[in-house]
Structures are given as structure tokens and as C-alpha cells.
């Protein structure tokens, strides 16, 4: 199975809408791909048939929240439904941007999520955040299951909030399958990181597990007239 995740930038409706990105997604060519940091606006209905119409009928999207907040979006070509992994409950933002699902033809359980960006004052959110996802990462770390996203994190975080749950989770059973050096976030002002990450337990095998900042003549990040400021993730899975 080939899965992506990609961050499409769209900061709660604050920057133009790209109806490119559809092109992209499905030149991507994977079996499922989600969408984080998604606002779907008056743009969400032709995404959705868009998409739909080009193979990638099995949609998931999380519910919508009490207040402006991004979302994560899920499009596949094959049967998916919602993980039965309990789902936390202390801030609808990290809810809006957190999918758990399974595909039933393989038992793959994906936890696809973006870590908010909470303001400087709402660090203890981003720490919450973290321990959910360190205490779900335990739960499922026996399973056939991959954690993929923008985590808001980089490996060599040494101080930054997350950055010691991060470590703590690979080094319980869970495998790095995504470049730790290779940027996969390109800001405005010059500045790379590599915030996105694709994580899996030890009984998923993980082949090409890459960063795409460009597919054909689309260009996904990476310069001044990308669609978005942050690279696609796209890797095999096997069980």
C-alpha cells in the first residue's frame, strides 16, 4: 500500500486557496493520501468530487470543530474507516487536526495528524498534545499501525516543546521512516526544517519513504510559487 501526507498550508483560510493541488495529490499516484493544515472553505465540495472522481472515493474528514481550527482530510482509493483508538478530549484543535483510521483489507491503522501550532502562551496544549500522542503510540506500538504528519517537531529538537515525546516514542518500538536531515518545510523567509515525519512499528516494512517538493510540473514547496510550504510525504507500506 502507498500512502502521502501532505500540509496544504492553508492556516485556517488566511492564504489563497490552490486548486492545483488536486492535480499534485493525484499525480502523487499513492492509495491514500491526507491533507493537514486543510481549511476546506467554499473550495471543499470540488476537492471532494475532484478527487472522488479521479479514483479516491473513500473519503474521512474529522468533524467539524466549535471554532475556526484546520483540518485533516482523507482521500483513498480503497475501504477505510474510523480506528476505534480513544480520541482525546482536553482542546478541539488538536481534534480538527487529528484523523485515526483503519484499512480493513490490510488491519493498517494510521494515526495522521497535525500538532497544532498553539501561540507562545499555550504551550501546555502542545505538551498535552504530545502526551496523547506518546500514550496512543504505546497503545498501538504492537500493531500493524504508522503515525505520519507534520508533528511540529524536528528530530534534533532539543528544547522545543514535543521534541523529548518525539524521541521517547522512537525509542519505544516505533521506526523513523522519513529523512531526518532532508527539509520538508520551506518558510517564506528562507528557513527550512523537517517537521514531517513518517513513523511505523516494526510489523510494518516501509520502502521509499521520500519527501516530494515537486511531481510533473507541479511544484508542492520548496520556492516562492509552490502550492504550499511544505513537501508531500510519500512511502510503501507492506505488513
Not at 163 to 183: D, M, N, Q, S, Y
Amino acid at each position: 500500500m502507498r500512502i502521502g501526507s501532505w500540509n496544504l498550508n492553508h492556516r485556517v483560510g488566511m492564504t489563497r486557496f490552490h486548486p492545483e493541488v488536486v492535480e499534485a495529490a493525484i499525480a502523487l499516484d499513492v492509495d491514500a493520501i491526507f491533507f493537514n493544515e486543510y481549511f476546506p472553505k467554499e473550495h471543499g465540495p470540488d476537492l471532494i468530487r475532484r478527487l472522488a472522481d479521479a479514483g479516491w472515493r473513500h473519503q474521512l474528514i474529522t468533524p467539524e470543530p466549535p471554532a475556526r481550527a484546520n483540518r485533516t482530510f482523507l482521500a483513498a482509493r480503497v475501504p477505510v474507516e474510523l480506528d476505534s483508538l480513544a480520541l482525546p478530549t482536553f482542546d478541539h484543535q488538536l481534534l480538527a487536526n487529528l484523523l485515526v483510521v483503519r484499512f480493513p483489507q490490510t488491519g493498517l491503522r494510521v494515526v495522521a495528524l497535525r500538532v497544532p501550532a498553539y501561540e507562545a502562551h499555550q504551550k501546555d496544549l502542545i505538551l498535552k498534545s504530545w502526551d496523547w500522542l506518546e500514550v496512543a503510540a504505546a497503545e498501538i506500538v504492537g500493531d500493524v499501525a504508522v503515525i505520519i504528519g507534520d508533528l511540529n517537531v524536528s528530530s534534533s529538537s532539543s528544547r522545543a516543546a514535543g521534541g523529548g515525546h518525539f524521541r521517547r516514542i522512537k525509542g519505544a518500538g516505533w521506526v523513523l521512516a522519513t529523512p531526518e536531515t532532508e527539509p520538508s518545510f520551506f518558510s517564506a523567509k528562507g528557513y527550512t526544517s523537517t517537521l514531517d515525519h513518517l513513523l511505523h512499528t516494526k510489523a510494518v516494512r516501509v520502502a521509499n519513504a521520500s519527501f516530494v517538493t515537486k511531481i510533473g510540473n507541479r511544484i508542492l514547496a520548496g520556492s516562492s510559487d509552490a502550492l504550499s510550504d511544505h513537501a508531500a510525504i510519500v512511502a510503501d507500506l507492506q505488513a
